[in-house]
């Protein structure tokens, strides 16, 4: 068996020591992390998109049939709910798992950050970057009006919070309603496909009744609460941050209370005709 000289062995470590240091000073330094993880969050969509249309190319029956704009928002929904995976999973282990913002510890929990929390939502602000762009250039394709407002103002609190620092706890909260976005494309590559009629359909409706509820209704309902109890501590964040907290999380409830009105009169209808 060949061996490796020991000069190259010795090059290969130390090029990995350096990849590490670079890592480590510059890439995920706290000054850093806002921007790297933009850059990491626009680089995901785009391996995503890509990842879906290759995937969809060879195992999907429907896929090879649609049309342009159908192909392109067939992809662009494997983008969102990639993005809904991993920022709902973050989200919920932030809210309800850590302690970073646990009232137990010492100090104002609106001020309060870590490098992952700050990285996630970067993240996040990448991925609302990337698919407010498609939207636009796309539209009204790919969404209409309501869908401009929802990625501006939240591409607007979660970049603030970001950079800041500020209010992450509650942009945590907000951000756990993406739960409901991996359902609602599942509807619609259901009905894409032609299976609107289907036993999956149904049942996809009832989980997205659920889930959107819980975390777009009831969840809303408790970030408020949350921030009744805790205002003597809001209150000292800066003017902007204290507007978004209120303003911006405000007009998302009421624009998911007009989404669910939708919801449920489509369950109501479709389980009539199935009666």
């Known amino acids: 068996m060949r061996t490796v000289p020991k000069h190259t062995v010795m090059a290969i470590k130390s090029y990995h ?20 993880s933009i850059l990491g969050g626009i680089l995901a969509c785009k391996v995503a998109y890509d990842l879906t249309q290759l995937i969809s190319s060879f195992y999907s029956k429907t896929y090879p049939g649609l049309t342009k704009i159908q192909r392109v928002e067939w992809n662009n929904r494997g983008i969102s709910t990639v993005h809904a995976v991993f920022i709902s999973a973050l989200s919920l282990y932030f809210v309800f798992g850590a302690n ?28 609302f970057l990337s698919d407010l762009g498609m939207i636009l250039w796309l539209y009204p394709s790919l969404g209409g009006i309501e869908y401009v407002i929802h990625h501006t103002l939240s591409g607007i609190a979660v970049a603030y919070s970001m950079f800041t620092g500020e209010a992450q706890l509650y942009t945590y909260m907000v951000l756990i309603s993406e739960v409901t976005t991996p359902e609602i494309n599942i509807r619609w590559y259901l009905d894409t496909a032609g299976m609107k009629r289907s036993t999956a359909y149904l049942i996809n409706g009832v989980v997205i009744f659920l889930a959107w509820l819980i975390a777009r209704v009831l969840l809303f309902g408790y970030m408020f609460y949350h921030v009744y109890l805790h205002y003597t501590q809001v209150i000292k964040m800066h003017a902007f941050g204290y507007m978004l907290v209120f303003g911006v999380p405000s007009v998302l409830a009421i624009m998911n ?19």
Do not use: H
Request: charged residues 15%; proline residues 4%; hydrophobic residues 50%.
């Open 100 to 127: 970073l913002f646990s009232d137990e510890l010492a100090g104002l929990l609106v001020f309060r950050s870590s490098p992952l929390s700050t990285f996630g939502l970067g993240v996040s602000v990448g991925y």
């Open 17 to 36: 020591s350096q990849a590490q240091l670079l890592v480590k000073n510059y890439l995920f330094a706290d000054p850093f992390i806002p921007y790297t």
């Open 257 to 275: 209370l007009m989404w669910f009105g939708k919801i449920i009169k489509g369950v109501v209808k479709v389980l009539t005709k199935r009666q």
